[in-house]
């Protein structure tokens, strides 16, 4: 008889976690199909470290192929799904459409970045949700401040030397805290004055949705650095040559990083299927209602709270990840494998890295702040790798004692990296 094919779509932090599963709890019972763009799994958390040259770009990339034994990888965006046929439709790197039956379906779409309608900021934005953005923005910060170098005219050295962040969470905190340190060391090299960064936020505090010691920290760090932290504050129109914030200052720059957040990915709304708040809806076994076969968790499912009733997981890596084992498991029973079981999952803290050996963590709900943050806060990192440790840990200690290298690649170009179509790791095909 055939085997019954499991596909699952998208290899972020819940398709891969759920594809490592399955490898091992379905071999054999079942066929294991995992559709994504690229060919690996992109640790997010550290990307901000690529953008600031502290890591090399393979150091937070984990080969699919090399770690999911068992597991077919095929190579595409998924753009449709029938559900009626039990069918996938994705286009290949090439642009050639491909369809796969399956038995059972998981979708991990994932997120992209979030827009509002401010004039300008498609346009002029830059995001930050993947490799391309990454490796774009590096090249980015290096490019200003070596234009600054070379231009007489002080109004547009001042420009290019400045940096504005919207958006105060995890990744917009991150990216300034990371980006601040780059640019001094870029500053001494090419003998410009110190660049002034701004990190903005409509909130009234960085890191809203955290503990307000770990804001605390975290604010302290920035400012600390130079960085001009403006709560109760965002753009209101963005230009070529800088942007009107809504106080209605107008600050020159070359450089506008949006960070305000993600929506789920827009095939999710496009299955045509129950959604809240654009994610799609599932059972506390992350099943679909009305599609037993058809499983989703990650950012691109609201799943239930059972731990705070009423309400849905918010989209963190934590829950994505554990969501994935579930999700895994289930399908596997689905299969006749062992037998399902309900999510639930209480937080046991976060931890954000604002670079050197300064961070803001709260493990087990225990607050922590300078170099014992930054110690739990990157052996969580490597704990949670799935590969790389060896590399990302040598990264590290080599960048504590040699100076940072800070070189233009020249690999991505902006016309690569639009925001309005970004989504985790390549923009949306055509349909």
Not at 8 to 28: M, P
Not at 46 to 59: D, M
Request: charged content about 25%; hydrophobic content about 40%; some cysteine.
């Amino acid at each position: 008889m055939r085997r019954p094919r499991i596909v699952i779509v998208g290899a972020g932090f819940a398709g891969y976690q759920a594809a490592r599963e399955l490898s091992r709890k379905a071999r054999g019972a079942a066929e294991v199909v995992l559709v994504n763009p690229n060919d690996y799994f992109l640790y997010l958390p550290l990307l901000p470290e690529v953008a600031a040259g502290t890591l090399e770009p393979r150091r937070v990339t984990v080969s699919l192929a090399g770690t999911l034994p068992g597991v077919r990888v095929v190579l595409g965006e998924v753009h449709g799904v029938d559900m009626a046929g039990r069918q996938v439709t994705y286009a290949d790197p090439d642009g050639r459409t491909g369809t796969l039956d399956y038995d059972r379906l998981l979708l991990t779409t994932g997120s992209v970045n979030k827009l509002l309608p401010i004039p300008g900021v498609a346009e002029h934005a830059h995001g930050f949700r993947g490799m391309p953005e990454a490796l774009f923005l590096r090249d980015h910060v290096n490019r200003q401040i070596a234009l600054a170098a070379e231009t007489e005219d002080e109004e547009e050295r001042e420009a290019r030397c400045t940096f504005v962040v919207v958006g105060a969470g995890y990744t917009g905190t991150e990216v300034a805290a990371q980006g601040v340190r780059y640019t001094d060391v870029l500053a001494r090299q090419y003998d410009v004055p110190r660049p002034r960064w701004m990190l903005l936020d409509v909130a009234p505090r960085v890191l809203p949705s955290l503990d307000e010691r770990l804001s605390a920290t975290a604010d302290r760090v920035l400012r600390e650095r130079g960085v001009e932290v403006r709560t109760g504050s965002s753009v209101k129109e963005a230009t070529a040559d800088g942007v009107l914030l809504d106080d209605g200052s107008f600050v020159g720059t070359r450089s506008l990083v949006w960070c305000v957040g993600v929506r789920p990915d827009p095939l999710v709304e496009e299955l045509g299927l129950p959604t809240e708040k654009g994610r799609l809806c599932v059972d506390e076994y992350l099943t679909v209602p009305g599609h037993p076969e058809v499983f989703a968790c990650g950012d691109a499912a609201a799943v239930p709270d059972l731990t705070r009733p009423g309400e849905t997981t918010p989209m963190t890596a934590q829950h994505a990840v554990r969501q994935g084992k579930v999700a895994a498991h289930n399908i596997a029973a689905s299969c006749g494998v062992g037998a399902r079981r309900e999510y639930k999952h209480n937080d046991l803290g976060f931890a954000v890295d604002l670079g050197g050996m300064q961070a803001a963590a709260n493990p087990l709900k225990v607050p922590l702040s300078g170099p014992a943050a930054g110690l739990v806060t990157r052996g969580y990192h490597l704990a949670s790798l799935p590969g790389n440790r060896v590399r990302v840990l040598t990264d590290w200690v080599l960048n504590a004692v040699l100076p940072r290298q800070s070189v233009q690649l020249g690999l991505v170009p902006k016309v690569a990296v639009p925001l309005d179509t970004a989504s985790p790791e390549t923009a949306r095909l055509p349909r």
